[in-house]
């Protein structure tokens, strides 16, 4: 009798123990949830939800797309940083995760302890639009033509710090000229005056000005990486257009709250890699023009650490504030 009570205890004390990791082996045993930080409707949602459909098939769970807008990202991005550090809430982060505290006086989060990062998902360039008024066609033309009448010619953006500002403040630093910014409530008031030419120059991802290219009614003059866009070959890159080393290259990236376990980390970016891998979410994201390499995540978290450094130096060297 005793025997068997020792051995039942045992054999109790060997299943408790091994709780715990056949939960991790088994993650995830539940639905996952995706925080996108933006309402429904925009880039962001786009590429969360093309994602989280492919994603889900291969972790062999349904990942919930859950929009949490506002305040620019940051009430997701807040959300996410509270969660449970349990593999099942991730967050689609695009460039802005880096770029909002750095220019913040008092960081809301810190992307580097608050964040542990499981692989990016995708990185494109902005394209440099002009309305058809403006007479340069290149880069080259278009330094000439602000030389000429400084501060007289205007780029528009999303807001005082979004991404397609700060390309702009790069641009004006790397070209040695004067344009004057016109911040708006979002790329779409700014595309429709960039189109009724009260401003004359936009920053701005593909998608949205796509039709406009084609139909004439405004020009690209270049593009903000390293390499030329699929989607417009024909269109140089700044830095190859006179101006070398140019680059602003835009990302979106999987992270989640820190404290996760690296069993979950590692599933979830074995399986993100085949999800980027699929032909069919190269073809649905093929119109952002953006080149998909997941990497580890280590190599995301390098990425994190370079990018903190140069925009808390752009805040630092031109004063730009987020707002």
Known sequence: MKRRTILNGLAATTATLALPLANAQAFPNRPVRLVVAFPPGGTTDFVGRVVALKL????????????????????????????????????????DFTLIPSLQAKPAYDPLKDFVPVGMVVDYSHVLVANTNVSANNIQQLIALAK????????ASGGNGATN??????????????????????NGPAMIDLLADRVQL?????????????????????VTGLKRLASLPDVPTISESGIPGYQFTLWYGIVAPTGTPKPAIDRLNAELRKTMASSEVKDKL????????????????KLLKDELMRWQKLAKDTGIQFE
Not at 286 to 301: D, H, K, R, T, Y
């Open 202 to 222: 936009l920053f701005t991802s593909t998608g949205p000005v796509e039709a406009h290219l084609k139909s004439g009614k405004l020009k690209a003059i270049a």
């Open 286 to 301: 093929a119109i952002i023009g953006g080149n998909l390499n997941v990497g580890s995540p280590e190599e995301m978290q």
């Open 148 to 155: 000429s009448m400084p501060g007289k010619i205007n780029f």
């Open 56 to 95: 889900g098939e291969f972790l062999g769970q349904s990942i919930v797309v859950d929009n949490k807008g506002g305040a620019s990202g940051l009430i997701g991005t807040q959300a996410v940083q509270a969660a449970a550090p349990d593999g099942y809430t991730i967050m689609l982060a695009p460039s």
């Open 165 to 186: 500002h700060i390309s702009g403040e790069l641009f004006k630093q790397a070209a040695g000229i004067e344009l004057t910014h016109v911040p708006y409530k979002g």
